[in-house]
């Protein structure tokens, strides 16, 4: 397999076969960043392909740094891409709440050392970010697992510091709530 | 509160970190039409395209150019032909009903054998329209002859008005068995015949015209007026000389050793019209040529080490001799191929090599080089368009190019050290005009 520094000396070039490889690799990478965002798998994917194109389109901008940082630095980048294309997709859609669950089928195993309790457990837990309504959960993603501020997600979303804030309380007063009613069933189902 | 936060945070991130998703099938081919400036496996065409751009875009304008100055002279002539082709479709039908009635008037006298004979009478001064369009105010019986004046009358393009007297190409008329002598026309001018058929190419007399004898009408049988064979005259020529000036812009390339300028041919061009399919052509054309090589090829092929890239300039004088043949024939025009050989007279190169910036020994990197040989030294093949614009005169544009035959002919430089030659390929395009010799 080609060496990501490689990979990526490609795709500066505008080089197809590189691009291919770089897509196919963190197709589901990009994909898990954006589900988180958006709710719908189908649209999801749609939203990682829109976020490749920007990243294709932008790569000869791409700062080449030492073998072991270039995977981190294209982790990143194409991260902050996918998460931008996600906040634009929702913007679009005037971050209006969803309707319906998510299908069963949207979900997979991706690490076979987690038993299957574990993988249920994530998955709903998932599922509760994912439910949440489209601003609070665009916040509480931004701040809680991606690891922006504050000022970073008012900019970036065009809100107010103060909404920001509150809109993550809130969040999170709604994550907690459905994680004791989560506790509640699955007490029950025992 | 703020401990709870975090760890509530971490549960999170530990289970977005963990969870699985459904993988994604790849649509990469999809995407991939997207991105803009992805650069694909470049195919041939795209090559070609890119390498060729510039030469491309010129042979674009050269062909373009001539075209939409032979689109426009329809404009120009437009209100002409606009009025020429109703009148000439107004006749068309007239001749019809003229035939019709001619037949009518024999199936009579053919069931009344005692009657007189009927016959054809056309009065020399009576008029009977002074335009073609006024036809439908005739007498029946008079419709057959058209004694306007010539000046009056508007004819296509395709028609032949023949004039006030115009007597050699009436010499050729002949009437069912019976032929009009030279002096009974002669003493007996025809005021004119129109003729046309617009479904062909060229025009034809009808059976429709006046002759004078001794001031009388001439009197036509209608036996005779029914057999009047359709006579051509002669319009397009179907064999004769012409002469033609031809120019245009000449590519010249050593093989695969692309290109740095364009030069140039310019001559005479004479040819004979077999008929209406072949015509033989020569002629004699000033040609100036460059060509580039590049020092690897000059090189390998001279078995020297010093040459950077070399430059030729030529002159010569170029005697072709082709065959041509008519393709698609149409009124407005023929398309053409070619095919023949050409020989180079009086050939003078001045060839200038470019040394490597390491070679310091003095190297004579200029030099001229001649021949002169009547022998062939190319193979040419051509493919053009002639456009008629007149009765005898026709534009033509004619793509060609030359394959080098033998060398030492006009087709090649010698190289200075090897005493080999290198064969030299051309192309160009042919603008000319050419016009039939009476």
């Not at chain 1, 520094?5 to 963190?26: D, S």
């Not at chain 1, 970010?129 to 970036?156: C, K, Q, W």
């Not at chain 2, 009124?331 to 050989?341: D, K, L």
Request: charged share 20%; hydrophobic share 40%; aromatic share 10%.
């Amino acid at each position: 397999m080609d060496n990501i520094t490689h990979i990526i000396k490609g795709c500066i070039r505008q080089e197809y076969k590189y691009q291919k490889i770089l897509y196919e690799r963190y197709l589901g990478f990009a994909l898990k960043i954006v589900f988180r965002y958006m709710y719908r798998y189908e649209k999801a994917i749609d939203v990682v392909h829109d976020g490749f194109v920007k990243l294709f389109n932008h790569f000869p901008n791409f700062k080449i740094g030492k073998d072991e940082e270039n995977e981190k630095i294209l982790f990143a980048w194409l991260k902050k891409v996918m998460i931008n294309a996600s906040i634009d997709e929702l913007r679009k859609g005037q971050m209006m709440p969803e309707i319906g669950g998510i299908p069963e089928f949207v979900w997979g195993i991706t690490d076979i050392h987690n038993d299957a309790d574990q993988q249920v457990l994530y998955k709903e837990l998932v599922t509760l970010i994912v439910e949440l309504p489209p601003a609070y959960r665009t916040v509480f993603n931004l701040y809680a697992i991606d690891g922006y501020s504050h000022a970073e997600i008012s900019e970036m979303l065009n809100i107010p510091v103060g909404t920001s804030k509150s809109n993550l309380s809130r969040a999170r007063m709604m994550l907690q709530k459905n994680i004791k009613e989560l506790e509640k069933v699955n007490l029950c189902r025992i | 509160m703020q401990d709870l936060n975090e760890d509530l945070d971490d549960l999170f991130r530990h289970a977005v970190d963990k969870f699985g998703l459904k993988p994604v099938v790849s649509k990469w081919d999809e995407l991939s039409g997207r991105i803009i400036s992805i650069k694909r496996p470049r195919s041939l065409a795209d090559t070609i395209r890119s390498k060729y751009r510039k030469w491309m875009m010129l042979l674009a304008l050269i062909i373009l150019l001539p075209i939409a100055i032979l689109s426009l002279m329809p404009v120009i002539k437009g209100y002409k032909t606009t009025k020429s082709k109703a009148q000439g479709a107004a006749l068309q039908t007239e001749i019809k009903k003229n035939t019709n009635e001619i037949a009518n008037q024999k199936t009579n006298t053919e069931h009344n054998p005692g009657s007189k004979m009927q016959e054809l009478l056309v009065k020399p001064s009576e008029k009977t329209f002074d335009k073609p369009s006024e036809t439908s105010s005739m007498k029946p019986a008079m419709k057959t002859v058209v004694t306007a004046a010539p000046e009056d009358i508007d004819y296509h393009k395709n028609e032949r008005l023949i004039p006030e007297k115009n007597l050699a190409v009436l010499q050729r008329i002949e009437i069912g068995s019976a032929f009009i002598s030279e002096a009974a026309i002669k003493s007996n001018p025809v005021v004119q015949i129109h003729s046309y058929d617009l479904g062909l190419e060229a025009a034809y007399s009808i059976n429709t015209l006046s002759l004078f004898e001794n001031g009388e009408p001439l009197t036509l049988h209608l036996s005779h007026q029914k057999n009047l064979p359709l006579q051509h005259l002669d319009y397009p020529r179907r064999q004769g000389f012409y002469l033609g000036l031809v120019a245009g812009p000449m590519l010249t390339q050593v093989k695969h050793q692309g290109l740095k300028k364009s030069g140039f041919d310019f001559g005479l061009l004479a040819g004979y019209t077999l008929n209406k399919k072949f015509s033989i052509e020569t002629g004699l054309f000033y040609t100036k040529q460059y060509y580039y090589v590049t020092g690897k090829y000059y090189n390998e092929f001279a078995g020297v080490n010093y040459a950077a890239s070399l430059e030729g300039s030529r002159n010569a004088i170029e005697m072709p001799l082709t065959l041509k043949y008519n393709i698609i024939c149409k009124p407005a025009g023929n398309f053409f191929i070619a095919a023949g050989i050409s020989s180079y007279v009086g050939v003078s190169d001045k060839i200038l090599i470019h040394v490597m910036d390491s070679v310091h020994i003095p190297i004579p990197n200029h030099f001229d080089y001649g021949v002169t040989s009547l022998l062939p030294s190319y193979i040419n093949i051509s493919l053009g368009y002639e456009y008629k614009i007149g009765k005898f005169a026709n534009i033509r544009i004619e793509p060609y190019f030359q394959i080098p035959l033998n060398s030492n002919t006009g087709n090649s430089f010698k190289t200075q050290n090897s005493g080999g030659s290198i064969p030299v390929f051309n192309s160009g395009i042919h603008i000319g005009i050419s016009r039939f010799i009476r």
